[in-house]
């Protein structure tokens, strides 16, 4: 961990649910791959020892198309890479308790920001025309707009908690969500690192 992300996840301990609380946790994804989702999925039977303990409100899990209201703690996967992901992680920071930035790509951009050296409009014609053979063109219609760059969350919103890893492994995120739900911030130095 870097001393920008133990500062970033010292500062989330007035947070913390209280002890026992039956928590509401989201997890979602601007630009990413779904690994760290996956990472999160390969708890497998141990999901239904969390179920006990946590609704989860929102994400893969669940068919709920709108970020909900209150939730108390959302791991939020990808980069901010669109001016949608601005405006999801915007709704997602005013609905969210306890933010974690889950995943490199979250915490620094990673692979989504290997196009930032590169003009918007070079990335978009290598991938629509260039390495296309059929119906090659750059799509207009509901397609989010690029930004600039491909930027980490906490440089859009407050983050409570960096969680680092491509992905982070299972037992950290376990580990993270279990600290939690007992009430106290996660100290996930050790458990944890850029590019796990
Ligand atoms: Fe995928 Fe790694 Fe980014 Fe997670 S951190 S979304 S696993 S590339």
Redesign the pocket.
């Known amino acids: 961990m870097t001393k920008k992300n133990d500062t970033g996840n010292s500062a989330a301990k007035e947070k913390a649910p209280a002890a026992k609380q039956k928590v509401r946790v989201a997890t979602t994804?601007l630009d990413?791959?779904?690994?760290?989702?996956?990472?999160f999925l390969d708890m497998d039977e141990r999901i239904a020892d969390l179920l006990n303990a946590v609704d989860i409100v929102y994400g893969p899990l669940v068919d709920i198309k709108t970020f909900p209201e209150k939730v108390d703690v959302t791991l939020v996967?990808?980069?901010v890479s669109s001016d949608e992901d601005e405006k999801n992680i915007r709704l997602i920071r005013e609905r969210t308790g306890i933010l974690i930035s889950?995943?490199?790509?979250?915490?620094t951009a990673?692979?989504?920001g290997m196009r930032n050296q590169f003009k918007v409009a070079d990335v978009l014609n290598r991938g629509y025309i260039e390495n296309v053979t059929v119906g090659n063109g750059i799509p207009t219609d509901g397609v989010p707009k690029l930004l600039k760059h491909a930027r980490p969350v906490h440089e859009f919103v407050k983050v409570d908690l960096f969680l680092p890893?491509?992905?982070?492994p299972t037992e950290a995120i376990l580990f993270a969500v279990g600290e939690l739900l007992e009430g106290r911030i996660p100290e996930v130095t050790g458990k944890t690192r850029f590019g796990a």
């Open positions: 994804w990413g791959c779904s690994g760290c989702h996956m990472s996967e990808g980069a889950f995943g490199d790509c979250a915490v990673n692979v989504p890893g491509c992905p982070p």
